[in-house]
Nanobody, 124 residues
Framework: QVQLVESGGGSVQAGGSLRLSCAAS????????MGWFRQAPGQEREIVAS???????TYADAVKGRFTISQDNAKNTLYLQMNSLKPEDTAMYYC???????????WGVGFGIWGQGTQVTVSS
């Protein structure tokens, strides 16, 4: 089973940028749906972005135009580039893998494999 390890979190001021990385233990391209989730204190975990096997991406409305999900298949690494960060982006961010979807979006799949999370804190 794939194992996921996130890195790249930290503390930034509003308007700043961070890039999160998620290293997978196995080759994930065209084998798994991949996504980023976040969970703020006292709130439920929510999906932020997903990437399909054909490279198509989907984003939550709250991050559209500011975040970009991508993957480097040669490195088995998933990324989340976060620009124009806002205090409300403060959360623990998790990388996740789910069952492969052929010919459809990964947005609604049941992601069941999780990394340990990396904290992002945005100050105003």
């Amino acid at each position: 089973q794939v194992q996921l390890v996130e890195s790249g979190g930290g503390s930034v001021q509003a308007g700043g940028s961070l890039r999160l990385s998620c290293a997978a233990s196995v080759y994930t391209y065209r084998r798994y749906c991949m996504g980023w989730f976040r969970q703020a204190p006292g709130q439920e975990r929510e999906i932020v972005a997903s990437i399909d096997s054909d490279g198509s991406t989907t984003y939550a409305d709250a991050v559209k135009g500011r975040f970009t999900i991508s993957q480097d298949n040669a490195k088995n690494t998933l990324y989340l580039q976060m620009n124009s960060l806002k205090p409300e982006d403060t959360a623990m961010y998790y990388c996740a893998a789910g069952p492969r979807v052929i010919g459809g979006s990964c947005w609604g799949v049941g992601f069941g494999i999780w990394g340990q999370g990396t904290q992002v804190t945005v100050s105003s």
